[in-house]
């Protein structure tokens, strides 16, 4: 038998063997003393049910030990152990919040360039294994970032519909419009609400009038109303892709994990945003 074989399981084994008789020993003992033995002592006046209660006093030793019990449970949560002892784990996270709290204040205001070289960095590590080197998905694995957060995506997006953010208005349905009426909304988005401009400019003034649609849920500013809906006018941009990092998204083709655990910092999110939409350009 392969348990046998195991040294630390044999002696878990002795030891539960072992306080299994001793207790059964002890409280033998006990027993077969409470019938014999008469307790001593002056009865309390109370009395109930016939059950009395001696006067005795406690033993000192017992009294302090049980006083010194409390007092030392009370340091234990107060001042010792769970807040103050040490810990890996403790160790660990206050070295990451440290080197993160250096890092965002030396990045504090990073140029275009310098942003765009960390979200390469920051994307070729976290996002590529899913997303592809390229962006491209990798055949259908994840979204397609080299046409995510275009006006096609915004057509793609009213067809389709989208869900899994957890947005507390939850799903966007499919099929709100066809698809002539998707693309002049489209153009109208992203010249107007997200303001990355169109190449459709000759269907916006139609777009504009079919925004009513969109207003009810993301807003007449696009801006998802106090985050009730995703802020559409970011659209594009890179807070757009920070925030899809911080919802992480059960969507159709599966599941992308939130970033908000710590993973990336706020400037890492917006850099590796602004990666993403330069793969579009
Ligand atoms: C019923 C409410 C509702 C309506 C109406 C609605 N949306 Fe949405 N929209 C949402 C929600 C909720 C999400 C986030 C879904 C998710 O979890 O991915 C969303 C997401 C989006 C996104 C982001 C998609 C992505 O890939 O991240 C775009 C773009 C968008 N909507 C555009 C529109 C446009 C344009 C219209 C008008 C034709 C519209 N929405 C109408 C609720 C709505
Ligand atoms: C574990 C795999 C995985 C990793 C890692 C991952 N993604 Fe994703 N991502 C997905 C999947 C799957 C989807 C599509 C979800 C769906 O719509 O079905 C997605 C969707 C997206 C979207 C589109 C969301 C939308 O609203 O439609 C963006 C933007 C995105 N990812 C950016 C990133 C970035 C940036 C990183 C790196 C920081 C990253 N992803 C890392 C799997 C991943």
Known sequence: MNWLNDNVNLLGLLGAAAIIVITVFVVGKYIKQ????????ELADENWDGIGEYKNPLPVGWALSFLGTMVWALWYF?????????????????????YNTKFESKWANPDAETLQGMGEGVFL????????????????????????????????????????????????????LDE???????????EKVSKTGTKNSDLVA???????????????????????????????????????????????????????????????KLAVGKYVNSLTQ
């Open 78 to 98: 107060l001042a010792g152990y769970p807040l103050n002892g040490y810990s890996q784990i403790g160790e660990y996270n206050e070295e990451v919040a440290a």
């Open 206 to 268: 139609t777009g504009e009038a079919l925004w009513a649609t969109c207003a009810g849920c993301h807003g007449e500013d696009g801006k998802g109303m106090g985050g009730s809906a995703p802020d559409i006018a970011s659209y594009g941009k890179p807070e757009f892709v920070a925030s899809v990092l911080n919802h992480g998204k059960k969507g159709v083709i599966g599941t992308m994990p939130s970033f908000n655990d710590g993973r990336l910092t706020d400037i890492q």
């Open 125 to 176: 590590v976290q996002c590529a294994p899913c997303h592809g080197i390229t962006g491209d998905g990798i055949n259908g694995k994840a979204t397609d970032l080299t046409s995510w957060g275009t006006e096609e995506a915004i057509v793609h997006t009213i067809l389709n519909g989208s869900k899994g953010m957890n947005f507390p208005l939850g799903e966007m349905p499919a099929g709100l």
């Open 34 to 41: 409470m019938k014999t033995d008469k307790s001593t002592g």
């Open 180 to 190: 002539n009426s998707a693309k002049a909304v489209a153009a109208y988005m992203t």
